[in-house]
């Protein structure tokens, strides 16, 4: 792993990805929802154990203007426990399983607490002939602390960097939930809408 | 369970222990129980019906809401309440798997799930033994930990 890999690994080990939990409990199924402006997705995944999943992520991609799917698998490297904490570290990866030049690896992490969130995410990844990075970093607070079963709202930051748009956008977020059902929103005049749901069965 | 009752009353007199404020601590002497012949926790069970709100024998506190195990407890009866404490229980969405993971199970009447104070409310049927390294399993496979269980019998 080169320098520029650890650099970003490091750094989200420090702070930390709003994919909330991409390993769910044994048995658990979550279908998500992506858009921004470089992709739109969706994506299934299922946690045979607490370890790992197995999906399927259908994505247009609005750069290369393709449509392409990824078999992903993503495994639970670390999680951290205390009473008033979490963090989680995770390994990822996906692979078409059309043309296997289509593929990619990466970590994501994430701790928070009730009040605060912070999050990473880093993919490099390869599209034909074409390898590129992306990474976002995520912080958020939570302006009130909700019961279980209430509406849960986090104001966040994020910044983002895809290598093939090469320049770093920072936009705010707003991330909903209630019970089984996230949805997280952002916008900036360079990314346009940044949308994401999830919804865990 | 008279006995119990007794040395309960005498240490709550003794200790002066009722007070304005409802404060629910655990009936039981302590946490390491016997293993039984089935390798159960031999958690000592305890009437807590009349005494939901009063202080108890080992001067450990629950740390259980009063006006949430209240409502929890409103429509039960004769059952055994695990009080389950859970690190890493930070985020609703996360705890969801928690309820789902324990609602597969037949004899479990109601699940409550306490995020400030950390703790999962699992009302059993009377007749079911209660494991602790079951529900640290069950725990564990949501992603977060069990630490600690006091058992409550309404």
């Known amino acids: 792993m080169g320098i520029k890999y650890l650099v970003p690994f490091i750094v989200g ?24 402006n470089m992709k739109d997705s969706i994506y299934v995944h299922y946690s045979p154990t607490h370890y790992y999943s197995l999906g399927l992520e259908t994505k247009k991609d609005k750069y290369s203007d393709s449509d392409y799917s990824y078999l992903r698998f993503t495994y639970l490297l670390d999680r951290k426990n205390t009473q008033h904490s979490q963090r989680n570290f995770y390994f990822q990866s996906g692979v078409s399983p059309d043309k296997a030049n289509n593929h990619f690896i990466g970590f994501h992490g994430d701790w928070e607490t009730r009040r605060l969130y912070a999050g990473f995410s880093y993919k490099n990844a390869k599209i034909s002939s074409q390898s590129y990075s992306d990474r976002f970093i995520q912080i958020g607070i939570a302006p009130y602390l909700g019961e279980y079963g209430d509406i849960h709202t986090w104001i966040m930051m994020k910044a983002k960097k895809n290598t093939l748009d090469n320049d770093w956008s920072i936009y705010p977020m707003l991330k909903l939930f209630k019970g089984d059902f996230l949805l997280e929103v952002g916008y900036n005049n360079k990314t346009k809408l940044d949308a994401h749901l999830m919804y865990r069965f | 369970m008279k006995k119990y009752l007794f ?43 009349d005494h939901a709100n009063e202080t108890m024998v080992d001067g450990k506190d629950l740390q259980v809401d009063p006006d949430r ?86």
């Open chain 1, 13 to 36: 080990l420090l702070s930390s990805i709003i994919d909330a939990r991409p390993v769910s409990y044994p048995g658990g199924i979550t279908v998500m929802g992506f858009s921004d």
């Open chain 2, 7 to 49: 040395l309960v009353c005498l240490l709550m007199v003794n200790l002066g222990a009722v007070s304005d404020e409802p404060k629910m601590q655990t009936m039981e002497p302590k946490h390491e129980g016997h293993m039984n012949h089935e390798g159960h926790m031999d958690h000592q069970h305890h009437s807590h019906k």
């Open chain 2, 69 to 154: 195990f209240n409502k929890f407890t409103k429509n039960l009866s004769s059952c055994n309440i695990a009080v389950v404490s859970v690190t890493g229980m930070v985020c609703d969405f996360c705890a969801r798997g928690i309820e789902k993971t324990f609602k597969k199970d037949k004899s479990v009447l109601a699940i409550d799930v306490d995020l400030a104070k950390g703790k999962v409310l699992v009302a059993y049927e009377k007749s079911r033994a209660i494991d602790f390294d079951e529900i640290k399993n069950k725990i564990l496979i949501n992603g977060q930990n069990a630490t600690d269980l006091e058992i409550l019998e309404i």
